[in-house]
């Protein structure tokens, strides 16, 4: 089974501090995503990677980076958190040659911004 | 621009009800794919269906079934003699051929009541 974990399920943080979340699949994905959920809005992606070293924004990218130093880590960074970016988020990935286009998603992390 | 809109915000049902979830998308891609997530209140989503634009075929999956319309641009998602482990909330999400960047649509929340 695919397999794609996220460092925390629970975060809380306060206003200007560097956040890390970190994304680790383990069935050699080439594309990473993430996404944040909020009530009201669905899934919005944030950044998206298709291989390692390689960066793609999304729809919301402003304040936020990512990184991709081996392909089965994906690494969101907020680099000074504000209230505003509490939120779910969900990390995802899929491989070039998946079957379905399915995406696999990890179970998420509730990060609150205080 | 592509958009997928759930317009039911929530739904609430007793159990054993057949109930219906909406979804209408908008592209200007002639290849595209269509998907269902459901998203349990555990966090994680779960991959249910996915369509091509080329097959209009219904799909039937045990109590799950699926309607696809490109005459109105419409990928309704039915569940007959829904239960209460149904209670979730749906998404529905549409990529465009050839890339693997998802576009949800808001979700709906579906409660089953026993």
């Known amino acids: 089974d695919v397999k794609v974990t996220q460092s925390s399920r629970y975060l809380v943080k306060r206003t200007g501090e560097k956040v890390f979340l970190e994304c680790v699949q383990d069935?050699?994905?080439?594309?990473m995503f993430w996404y944040r959920q909020d009530p009201g809005l669905g899934l919005r992606l944030i950044y998206f990677s298709y291989d390692v070293k390689m960066k793609e924004k999304g729809d919301i990218p402003e304040g936020y980076s990512v990184s991709r130093e081996k392909k089965e880590r994906f690494s969101l960074i907020l680099e000074s958190a504000s209230t505003n970016q509490t939120s779910m988020y969900l990390c995802a990935s899929i491989g070039v040659l998946a079957v379905n286009n399915e995406q696999f998603f990890g179970p998420g992390t509730r990060l609150t911004v205080l | 621009a592509q958009k997928v809109t759930q317009a039911q915000t929530e739904i609430s049902v007793v159990e054993k009800e057949d109930v219906t979830l909406d979804c209408v998308y908008e592209t200007r891609d002639t290849t595209y794919y269509l998907f269902w997530y459901k998203q349990p209140p555990s966090g994680e989503l779960v991959f249910l269906i996915r369509?091509?634009?080329?097959?209009?075929q219904n799909e039937i999956s045990g109590r799950y079934s699926w309607n696809f319309q490109k005459s109105t641009s419409s990928f309704n998602f039915t569940i007959t003699a829904s239960q209460v482990v149904d209670s979730a909330v749906y998404f529905c999400?549409?990529?465009?051929?050839?890339?693997?960047?998802?576009?949800f649509g808001k979700g709906t929340k579906l409660t089953v009541n026993p």
């Open positions: 369509r091509n634009s080329f097959d209009e």
């Open positions: 069935m050699d994905h080439e594309n």
């Open positions: 999400a549409l990529s465009q051929g050839g890339s693997e960047k998802l576009v």
